[in-house]
């Protein structure tokens, strides 16, 4: 098993910028592709950025292509998500998730393990 703990939250001005850490235990983290997804209040929760095991491959949601960037620490078993040119839309929980046997999906129904979630808020 893996516990993911996501941090780095917090509140921004609109244009701003935040970085996301979500730091994994065990040895197997440079196995996991690795995903970050968010949630705001009465929506669903969405899909924002993924990352496989080496960091070779790399999506984004169309919503935040060009301002977010994730990139992943296998040393440090982290992956972060930095988050620039913010505005109100961005306001969520963010999650970190792992995927065993992925290899960067939009899907969360392929994430095994997830974070507790980390507030963003983005305030005009």
């Known amino acids: 098993q893996a516990q993911l703990v996501e941090s780095g939250g917090g509140l921004v001005q609109a244009g701003g910028s935040l970085r996301l850490s979500c730091a994994a235990s065990?040895?197997?983290?440079?196995?996991?592709?690795m995903g970050w997804f968010r949630q705001a209040p009465g929506k669903e929760r969405e899909f924002v950025a993924a990352?496989?095991?080496?960091?070779?491959?790399?999506y984004y949601a169309d919503s935040v292509k060009g301002r977010f960037t994730i990139s992943r620490d296998n040393a440090k078993n982290t992956v972060y998500l930095q988050m620039n040119s913010l505005n109100p839309e961005d306001t969520a929980v963010y999650y970190c998730?792992?995927?065993?046997?992925?290899?960067?999906?939009?899907?969360?129904?392929?994430?095994?393990?997830w974070g507790q979630g980390t507030q963003v808020t983005v305030s005009s």
């Open positions: 998730a792992a995927a065993v046997y992925g290899v960067g999906s939009q899907d969360l129904n392929d994430y095994d393990y």
């Open positions: 065990g040895r197997t983290f440079s196995t996991y592709a």
């Open positions: 990352i496989n095991w080496s960091g070779a491959s790399i």
